[in-house]
């Protein structure tokens, strides 16, 4: 036997990497087609339900507003978007033209044609942002309204605060002592929010009235009123942050006995209670440092944020609390 062959005869011996056959041929399933008749038949009910629970939604002021939050920034993000996709066409449309102009001897007339103007689609984007705009607008001016009530709000906010101090005032236990004294900043701070709230809602109220000539400021009073209103309420974003922390911290302190309640709590219900406390308090974190820097622009009298930037940090704390309300209100 030659090399040649002693090669060959071990290389034929290796495996070659195909697949080993088959005695039987395995059955090829035939592709189940889109199911588009049943996602018809569907239609009616699955729409039924989410108005239904769109309903259980703006059963409640607060369910108002939250959806009203939602849809009003959610709107003014994406005609942002809209506007700043369909920019580059127009400039370059404006580009051309110009370039055109420039090349042409000064007796020449420019007829413009619609092959000139930017494409369809840039148009149709540029209408639908501007009714975008329109629809912030207006559910903008409708929370306003509906925040003209707020001051009673606040009213009863103050009556808990007195009630607490009384009942505060009157509890003498010793084993208490500490416990209220750890809660006098937490107390500071809820009175100093107090504060801020009511001037703020004060402020907004008189200058929204005095647009719709209820009161007689005048616009440049009212434009005042709206930049210190837009003050006192970033005061209260930063307190909040501020109580978030302090929450925080007093939290992670706790010894073993608080956190059972004297072995009154398993640890499975701790741990799924502290779960529920972390992930509220996030959300909550976040939506007040996504509230900061928007009071602050609102503050400015030149403004700090362009209107992506300002639409895309107000969609944070109304995806955030549309998710909680439709959560809430799915069980319903």
Not at 277 to 300: C, D, G, I, M, Q
């Amino acid at each position: 036997m030659s090399a040649t062959e002693v090669t060959t005869s071990a290389t034929a011996d290796l495996p070659s990497g195909d697949p080993v056959p088959s005695a039987i041929p395995l059955p090829v399933s035939k592709p189940r087609p889109f199911p588009i008749k049943d996602v018809i038949k569907a239609t009616p009910s699955n729409l039924d339900a989410f108005l239904a629970h769109l309903q259980r939604c703006l059963r409640t002021p607060s369910g108002i507003d939250t959806t009203l939050l939602f849809v009003c920034y959610a709107s003014r993000f994406s005609a942002s978007i809209l506007e700043h996709l369909t920019r580059p066409a127009i400039q370059r449309s404006a580009e051309q033209l110009l370039a055109l102009a420039a090349s042409l001897p000064p007796s020449a007339t420019l007829v413009f044609t619609a092959k000139a103007l930017p494409g369809r689609g840039a148009a149709l984007a540029l209408i639908f942002a501007k009714r975008l705009r329109a629809l912030s607008a207006m559910v903008t001016d409708a929370r306003t309204f509906l925040r003209l009530w707020g001051l009673l709000n606040m009213y009863f906010w103050l009556r808990r605060l007195v009630a607490s101090r009384k009942q505060d005032g009157q509890n003498e236990e010793k084993e208490k002592e500490k416990e209220k004294k750890t809660d006098k900043l937490e107390t500071a701070i809820s009175w100093f929010q107090l504060s801020t709230c009511i001037i703020f809602q004060a402020l907004e109220n008189g200058a929204y009235l005095s647009s719709k000539n209820v009161l007689g400021w005048t616009p440049a009073a009212q434009r005042r009123a709206s930049l210190w209103s837009a003050r006192f309420w970033a005061a209260f974003v930063g307190a909040e942050i501020g109580r978030l922390m302090y929450e925080s911290r007093k939290r992670g302190r706790r010894t073993r006995a608080e956190k059972f309640a004297d072995g009154a709590k398993t640890a499975s219900e701790v741990q799924a209670e502290e779960k529920e406390w972390n992930a509220t308090w996030r959300k909550t974190l976040l939506r007040n440092l996504a509230w900061a820097p928007l009071t602050l622009h609102w503050s400015s009298e030149t403004g700090l944020l362009g209107e992506t930037a300002v639409g895309a940090l107000a969609c944070v704390p109304g995806v955030i609390q549309m998710r909680d309300l439709w959560r809430r209100t799915a069980a319903e």
